[in-house]
């Protein structure tokens, strides 16, 4: 007979043996589920309304669950069948080890009647495996309404037209009315055309040499006190203007309209002092005028100051000195 202590020890290391093979095989059993995988989980949803017509918009969501080492392929196309695809969104997220990936498709059906949308087929791929597994949408039947009128329903006549019967007083108001608005359109029409004239008569009569006007525009601008608001480019063109307009309305031609170097063409038969004063004078308003020049305050008030004086001298002269130009 065998020794018990033996027995025992024996029984011992058994019982150890089948602890580390249980150990094994659990081990084992754990990481075959690591390199398995959970199989993946396709789930889709219709969001629509209640009616559906020919370019009504719905939705196609499917959602994908699968472990988080592999990727998703959603499939990208322009039409679905008989269905238009508009818009495609994708989004991805990562919850306790898996990956979530959630397409909508925007679809559009142009067609009407009982339709059905095919199974999609999305790709997932196994970067562990180096494989990929295909998995498929269920197919949706929907239906999509006609515009068209129902011929099942009872068309009805249409109504007779409505006679309108008109009296006496019906033809008369109108005319009247129409004659009162044509009497005020030339009333209307006369007051501003008489207007018009009065507003050029005034100009037709003044008969004062043109000095005269010019001084008068000059001394409306003092009084306009532009220097003192800082006011330089409006007070520089209107001082080139009244210098415009006397030149245009003593010597006949259109100084207003012209340029600075037009205007030096038009007196070349001036006194070479005459021209001299009028260029710089027609230089330095174009340069505050065109150029952005801004002059001290001293250099206004003298430029005023030599129009003034330039204006002036033609109280004494205006007569001789106009018939010389003339003749010239």
Same mark, same amino acid.
Do not use: C
């Given at each position: 007979?065998?020794d018990? !202590?033996i ?5 011992k ?9 249980a ?8 990481? *075959?589920? /690591? ?8 789930? *889709? ?16 969501k499917?959602?994908?669950i699968?472990?988080?080492d592999k ?7 322009d ?9 495609? /969104? ?5 919850e306790?080890e898996?990956l979530?990936?959630k397409?909508?498709?925007? &679809? ?6 009982d ?5 999609l ?5 196994d970067? =562990?495996?180096?494989d ?9 039947d929907? #239906? ?12 009805k006549d ?13 033809y008369?108001?109108?005319?009247v009315? &129409? ?6 359109? #030339? ?5 501003i ?6 507003s %050029? =008569? ?11 006007k010019?001084? %008068?525009?000059l001394?409306?601008?003092? $009084? *306009? /006190? ?9 007070y ?9 307009y ?14 600075s170097?037009e205007?030096k %063409? $038009?007196?070349?038969?001036? =006194?070479?002092?005459? /021209?001299?004063e ?12 065109f150029?952005?020049?801004v002059?001290?305050?001293? !250099? ?10 330039? &204006? ?9 000195d106009?018939? $010389?130009?003339? %003749?010239k």
């Amino acid at each position: 007979m065998i020794d018990k !202590n033996i027995k025992a020890k024996l029984l011992k290391i058994h019982s150890s043996s089948y602890v580390k093979i249980a150990a094994l095989l659990l081990l084992l059993s754990i990481s *075959q589920v /690591r390199l398995t995988g959970i199989d993946p989980v396709l789930e *889709q949803e219709i969001t629509k309304p209640d009616e559906l017509y020919i370019g009504t918009p719905f939705y196609l969501k499917v959602k994908i669950i699968t472990d988080q080492d592999k990727e998703v392929y959603h499939p990208v196309k322009d039409t679905i069948d008989v269905f238009s695809v508009t818009d495609i /969104r994708k989004e991805t997220a990562l919850e306790t080890e898996k990956l979530i990936s959630k397409v909508t498709y925007k &679809l559009a059906p142009f067609e009407t009647g009982d339709l059905r949308i095919p199974p999609l087929t999305f790709e997932i791929f196994d970067r =562990t495996q180096n494989d990929i597994i295909t998995v498929r949408t269920l197919p949706v039947d929907i #239906f999509v309404n006609s515009v068209l009128a129902d011929t099942s329903l009872v068309i009805k006549d249409i109504k007779a037209p409505f006679r309108l019967r008109l009296g006496f007083w019906d033809y008369v108001v109108p005319l009247v009315i &129409l004659a009162f608005l044509t009497l005020l359109i #030339f009333l209307f029409w006369k007051k501003i055309f008489k207007k018009k004239e009065l507003s %050029e =008569t005034p100009e037709e009569l003044d008969t004062r040499p043109a000095y005269q006007k010019a001084l %008068e525009l000059l001394e409306k601008l003092r $009084q *306009q /006190r532009l220097l003192e608001k800082g006011d330089y480019l409006e007070y520089y063109f209107q001082l080139s203007y009244i210098l415009r307009y006397f030149l245009e309305r003593n010597y006949r031609f259109n100084a207003v309209e012209m340029t600075s170097s037009e205007i030096k %063409e $038009q007196i070349r038969d001036f =006194t070479t002092r005459e /021209r001299e004063e009028l260029g710089k004078f027609l230089i330095e308003t174009d340069l505050v005028k065109f150029a952005k020049y801004v002059p001290y305050v001293n !250099n206004a008030l003298e430029k005023t100051k030599w129009l003034e004086d330039y &204006l002036k001298s033609f109280a004494r002269s205006l007569p001789e000195d106009t018939n $010389q130009r003339e %003749e010239k």
